[in-house]
Nanobody, 131 residues
Framework: EVQLVESGGGSVQAGGSLTLSCIGS????????LGWYRQAPGNECELVAS???????YYAEFAEGRFTISQDKTKNTVYLQMNNLRPEDSAVYYC?????????????????????????WGQGTQVTVSS
């Protein structure tokens, strides 16, 4: 069974940093791309960053230059280092595994659509940035 467990969320002041971690089990990191989505109240789910099995990375425009995604296959862990955080970064952050490597859009993070290529999701971790 594929499982993803996030940790590292919390509260920080604007300009501060946080590192999110996500431990995966039940699958090989060589068989899946991994990524982080986020969703704030009233907003749609948005992809923050992704990393492929061969370490190719993608960043949303708002994350470019501030966030870094990385993975340690020996620990089955994917990380999201977030620097220079802004109040608008406040959201629930979700780790996701995409075996289809498609990084589809989702209206609501953490849920499936019934398609066989749906992401696997973690439970989410809250990040709150105060001004």
């Amino acid at each position: 069974e594929v499982q993803l467990v996030e940790s590292g969320g919390g509260s920080v002041q604007a300009g501060g940093s946080l590192t999110l971690s996500c431990i995966g089990s039940g699958f090989s990191f060589d068989d899946s791309d991994l990524g982080w989505y986020r969703q704030a109240p009233g907003n749609e789910c948005e992809l923050v960053a992704s990393i492929s099995s061969d370490d190719a990375t993608y960043y949303a425009e708002f994350a470019e230059g501030r966030f870094t995604i990385s993975q340690d296959k020996t620990k089955n862990t994917v990380y999201l280092q977030m620097n220079n955080l802004r109040p608008e970064d406040s959201a629930v952050y979700y780790c996701a595994a995409d075996f289809a490597r498609a990084w589809r859009d989702y209206l609501v993070c953490g849920t499936g659509t019934g398609r066989p290529d749906d992401n696997y999701w973690g439970q989410g971790t809250q990040v709150t940035v105060s001004s």
